[in-house]
């Protein structure tokens, strides 16, 4: 018990021994911590001053060259302004001179303007007093004074404007000719008349009873299918096809050949022998329009112009065939294009497509030429193609060199002999044009137009005429002709003034 007693003293007493040590090293371990914290605060305090002293020293620093700047800046300032205040005064000076020269200007000017009111009125003042004097007014006097030099001189005047006129017309007729004849020999292509033939051949007449067929059931459903007009008439083995679309033309004659050859001629495969016709002959023009473009160079064209323009190997004008026409003045463009220093390119572009609006001339309501503008732009053709194209009919104005040559090409090759036929009745009809605009002037007595309207000759009396008038009668014609007639090349007027004197010998 004793034991146990001494024990849980002893336990006691150390434990309270144990809180008694560490509270003693705890009073320690504070007061050193404190200490610590003492000298740290006492550090960092020491070291804000240094930084606050360095700050005030940078500022201090600073603030010293900022002061010198703006000193800098003032003496600058004031510099400058010393200078404005110079040159204004300078400007005012000047200003002062231009306002007294201004001022002495304006004096002459009405001094001047004095001088001629009075000199002019002296002027009228003589006149007035010449035109009393000589009973004629200054137009008057000036008219007969022009009609006196012009008899006198009128041999000289005559002389020189035919030596002037000569010289000028061998000058620009030997260049334009050396341009044209090495065009025309550059491109030494013939030229065969093609017409779009409407006429299919049988084998025998006994054929055309098939192509009929019972109550003409063949004959009307071949017409349905085709959109064209079959005659079969007494006409021996030939059978007639008649539309105005050419394209449709070709596909019924290629359609209808195919049915004679097969024999068996029934509605049933009379759209069966058209479908195939149809695919065949536009393959045809897509690879016309492919070897067309191709053959002039012109490679950058959309799909679809080509496609119409291959639809031209089937259409004629006057005989010649438009889609070698435009073939052959691609050529002859881009040649004179070279000689004249025009773009090549778009002088061929332009001659190729110029007529491709006769491919639709007869679906599309407007002339070939504003349905071709209209086809070009809706498929983003260079505007300078639409341009050299569009005046190739004087229709539109020439907007540049190339649309120039492009109707020039056009006359070479549509009026070099037998590049194209001409009804009698347009022939006729031209050359009574032609004579009829030399008949219309007064001093013309007769007239006559030769080689096939290339030429007329206007025969004038002589008594009312003399050979200054000729002249001018001559020219007048040939300016009358140009603005009246169109036809292509030109027109050469031989005007003749003749005087016969008859005596008799008794």
């Known amino acids: 018990m004793a034991t146990i007693l001494y024990g849980l003293v002893g336990l006691l007493i150390g434990v309270i021994g144990g809180y008694a040590l560490r509270y003693v090293v705890s009073i320690s371990r504070k007061k050193s911590l404190e200490l610590e914290v ?65 001022s002495d200007v304006k004096k002459r000017t009405e001094e001047l303007q004095s001088i001629k009111d009075r000199l002019s009125q002296k002027e009228e003042e003589q006149i007035a007093k010449l035109e009393k004097l000589a009973q004629l007014s200054t137009d008057e006097a000036k008219e007969q004074l022009m009609n006196t030099i012009e008899k006198r001189s009128s041999a000289d005047i005559l002389t020189r404007m035919q030596k002037l006129e000569q010289a000028n017309k061998e000058t620009l007729d030997a260049r334009a000719k050396e341009i044209l004849v090495t065009t025309i020999q550059r491109y030494a292509n013939s030229t065969v008349n093609d017409l779009t033939t409407t006429s299919v051949s049988i084998p025998s007449d006994d054929v055309k009873g098939k192509i009929i067929g019972k109550e003409g059931r063949n004959i009307r459903a071949f017409e349905r299918v085709a959109g064209v007009e079959l005659i079969v008439d007494d006409t021996p083995d030939t059978v007639v096809i008649s539309s105005f679309d050419p394209i449709r033309r070709q596909i019924a004659r290629v359609a209808l050949e195919n049915l004679i050859l097969d024999g068996r001629i029934q509605p049933s495969k009379i759209e069966e022998a058209f479908e195939h016709a149809k695919n065949e002959i536009n393959t045809i023009i897509k690879e016309k329009g492919e070897q067309a473009a191709f053959e002039v160079g012109i490679l950058n ?124 009745e347009n022939y006729i009809k031209r050359l009574q044009e032609l004579e009829g605009v030399a008949t219309g002037f007064d001093s013309v007595e007769r007239a006559f137009a030769l080689s096939a309207g290339r030429e007329i000759r206007v025969f004038v009396y002589p008594d009312k005429i003399d050979d200054l008038g000729a002249e001018k009668l001559a020219r007048s014609i040939a300016d009358q002709i140009e603005r009246d007639l169109k036809y292509p090349g030109e027109i050469k007027v031989t005007l003749i003034r003749e005087n016969r004197i008859t005596e008799y010998a008794k």
């Open 301 to 424: 064209l959309d799909p679809r112009i080509i496609a119409i323009l291959g639809r031209l190997y089937f259409r004629t004008s006057y005989g010649q065939n438009v889609l070698q026409h435009s073939v052959e003045m691609a050529h002859i463009a881009g040649m004179l294009a070279e000689q004249l220093g025009a773009d090549p390119y778009i002088a061929r572009a332009g001659a190729l497509v110029h007529d491709i609006g006769k491919a639709l001339d007869h679906e599309v309501q407007g002339t070939h030429v504003q349905i071709g503008m209209r086809i070009l732009r809706k498929f983003d053709a260079d505007e300078r193609i639409v341009t050299a194209m569009k005046a190739h009919h004087e229709e539109f104005p020439y907007e540049s060199t190339e649309s120039i040559i492009v109707q020039t090409a056009d006359a070479i090759s549509g009026a070099r002999p037998g590049a194209r036929r001409d009804t009698a």
């Open 38 to 102: 003492q000298e740290k605060k006492l550090k960092a305090k020491e070291e804000a001053q240094a930084i606050i002293d360095k700050a005030e020293s940078k500022a201090d620093k600073l603030l010293s060259e900022v002061r010198q700047k703006e000193k800098e800046k003032e003496s600058e300032f004031t510099k400058q302004q010393d200078r404005l205040f110079k040159k204004e005064e300078s400007l005012e000076q000047r200003q002062g001179q231009i306002d007294k020269e201004m």
